[in-house]
């Protein structure tokens, strides 16, 4: 996008963006760029060419990639030369836009998550930290080491969970909208019920969540035996394994819809405490987080146990547009106008507009559950990966 932005059709001249090169391409200073020839013939020999090919140096996104052609000023309503950042993988750039600094993990919570974190070099000294998806140096803020884990599913657990209590529904009003529709032939009044049907269900699809959430918020963690893993889709972090499988445990009769929904959240909860553990036994601090994206402004219920099981503050970045701010603020570098990613962050920064503090006695309550999360985790994980 860039080098189409900056009319740069070569692409051996094009400047290529250390994030995605790093994360997705395996670039790394210490083979002078991307893996050797030879790695690429144990994979096919038909690839014997390509690595003459490829690029071997990267950027970092302060960097400029060139000025904004005549043609793109005029359709983008800005002037021609407008200085052009090195791109980055927006997850990334949201990252910067919503604040992170040493120290302070970044979610980007949506249907799935992204985890992340930068450390100086020095506190690294060289190691690949295990179990996470990628580490890249500069990849997040230019001199730091950027880090990413995450979660394969976070908001899509809720979905599934509503989906299946609205499947009752839907099938039998699809049962009724049938008969409904072969009443058309009879006159207007079938073809208007069809559409009440349709709105009617539309309203109970959109508020299950609503209510669950309402109700599960009046759960005592305690008061509930059902535990759940939130492997539902694999489990992307610690130790990437996407042949896993959830489970729910732990129902009696007296379970209803709004414990195992409450489950479902504690167990969105505890993911990210096994990501952060991992990065603290590998001496990675964690002292805060900040949290991006639909479910961090629309789940107080969400936000508000996340912060228990974590035992730390949350805060919620007030923009909406983190990843575009952040974009910006590369963008300023590189024209000039500030001279470090950092100096960006502090002048342009949207602040935080809701916090979430961990409440003590919950907090003691969930490192307890935790420990039961990770008891059964390991217990189960062999069973879960073959069945």
Known sequence: MSALLTGTTDPLTMKRSRCPAGHKAMWHAEWDGLPPQEFFMKIDRLLREVHGRLYRETHTSEVSAGGLTDQWARRLDLEPGTAVAVGAFGAHMGAVGGGIRQGVLVKIMGTSTCDMLVARARAIEGKCIAGIYGQVDGSIIPGMVGLEAGQSAFGDVYAWFRELLSWPLTDALRGTAALVSA?????????????????????????????????????????????????????????????????????????????????????????????????????????????????????????????????????????????????????????????????????????????FAPSRRRAGVYARLYRRYASHAATLEGFLRTA
């Open 183 to 355: 009443a058309r032939a009879g006159g207007g009044a079938g073809a208007a019920k069809s559409g009440a049907l349709g709105k009617f269900r539309g309203e109970i699809e959109r508020n299950i969540l609503f209510r669950l959430a309402a109700e599960a918020e009046k759960v005592e963690p305690l008061d509930s035996t059902v535990l759940a893993l939130d492997w539902l889709h694999g489990r992307r972090t610690p130790f990437a394994d996407n042949s896993l499988k959830g489970t729910i445990i732990g129902l009696t009769l007296g379970t209803n819809a709004p414990k195992i929904f409450r489950a479902l959240v504690e167990a969105t909860a505890f993911g990210p405490r096994a990501i952060v553990e991992q990065f603290r036994r590998q001496g990675l601090p964690i002292n805060t987080v900040i949290a991006l994206g639909g479910i961090a402004r629309k789940s107080p219920l969400v936000m508000q146990v996340m912060a228990d099981v974590l035992d730390m503050t949350i805060r919620v970045a007030a923009s909406e547009q983190a990843s575009a701010l952040g974009a910006a603020m590369f963008g300023a570098v590189a024209a000039g106008a500030y001279p470090s990613v950092i100096e960006a962050q502090k002048r342009m920064s949207s602040g935080f507009d809701m916090v």
